[in-house]
């Protein structure tokens, strides 16, 4: 994956990790117990019994997660999508909380800019950004909105990330 490579050196550089690891690793991490599956023949980990400090990511059916404390990004395979693992990146570097307390609103400029720091092809963002619940009363999700309303959105979270130091200029930062 060419996106990860990159980064993963700026997470090296912010004293962090993103780590690709078997599943046998994983597991031992997640605490899991027999996978069972899906309507749709996917893999999806029912019970879950994590070791102290990993968070398995919540919506993932594959396998993701962080270890908050060390700026860990954890995964398994070549297929997870680069998008999830720069929301996970995000948890690490970009919010002062673990992710049981974290409010992921005011970090999705972070990621934004960080898809578009990596050069990664934004129809994939898009792609897997779109059940991401938009912080708002009637709780669309990024695909409910139009093109416009996205880009607007996207506008004023980029904003708010500025603001909050979370993006200077145009490059994502750490705030750990
Ligand atoms: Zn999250």
Redesign the pocket.
């Known amino acids: 994956m060419t996106v990860i490579g990159p980064l993963s050196e700026m997470a090296r550089s912010w004293g962090g990790a993103i780590r690709c690891v078997s599943e046998d690793v994983f597991n031992k991490y997640a605490g899991a117990g027999e996978p069972s599956r899906t309507h749709d023949g996917q893999a999806w980990i029912t019970q879950l019994n994590p070791v102290k400090g990993f968070y398995p990511?919540?919506?993932s059916t594959k396998n993701l997660g962080i270890f908050w404390s060390r700026k860990q990004v954890i995964y398994t395979g070549e297929n997870m999508p680069w998008p999830d693992i720069v929301?996970?990146a995000?948890?690490v570097f970009a919010c002062k909380v673990n992710?049981n307390r974290?409010n992921?609103w005011p970090f999705l400029g972070w990621e934004y800019a960080m898809a578009k720091y990596l050069g990664g092809p934004m129809t994939d963002w898009f792609k897997y950004m779109r059940d991401y619940v938009v912080d708002g009363k009637r709780g669309d999700t990024f695909g409910d909105l139009s093109p416009s309303r996205r880009h607007l959105l996207l506008q004023e979270r980029i904003h708010a990330a500025r603001d909050l130091k979370l993006v200077v200029g145009d490059v994502p930062q750490c705030i750990r």
């Open positions: 990511a919540p919506f929301h996970e995000a948890h992710p974290s992921e």
